[in-house]
């Protein structure tokens, strides 16, 4: 069992950046591949970024990439999101996630998740 909590979350302008942080515990942190997904309002839970065991191979979607960084700290057991430029679009609720592998961009490949933390971009 691997418990995941995310931490960061808030409101900030459009243009602005924010930090989720997802501190991992229960397993070695180091075997498994993390993700983070997000879901706004009356919208499917979206991929937007994995990282591997290592932190060495990092994959974005596309609406993400060059403005977000997924980066990772296995003696910390924790896993953040730098966003930076963030627009109204990007609000949602953003969940981290872990699975026993490597990346993945499919929901589904993971079997760990957080409860989510609150983004909202004002314009």
């Known amino acids: 069992q691997v418990q995941l909590v995310e931490s960061g979350g808030g409101l900030v302008q459009a243009g602005g950046s924010l930090r989720l942080s997802c501190a991992a515990s229960g397993r070695t942190f180091s075997n498994y591949g993390m993700g983070w997904f997000r879901q706004a309002p009356g919208r499917e839970r979206e991929f937007v970024g994995t990282?591997?065991?290592?932190?060495?191979?990092?994959y974005y979607a596309d609406s993400v990439k060059g403005r977000f960084t997924i980066s990772r700290d296995n003696a910390k057991n924790t896993v953040y999101l730098q966003m930076n430029s963030l627009r109204p679009e990007d609000t949602a609720v953003y969940y981290c996630?872990?699975?026993?592998?490597?990346?993945?961009?499919?929901?589904?490949?993971?079997?760990?998740w957080g409860q989510g933390t609150q983004v909202t971009v004002s314009s």
């Open positions: 990282i591997s065991r290592r932190g060495d191979n990092t």
């Open positions: 996630a872990s699975r026993a592998g490597s990346i993945a961009t499919l929901s589904n490949a993971y079997d760990y």
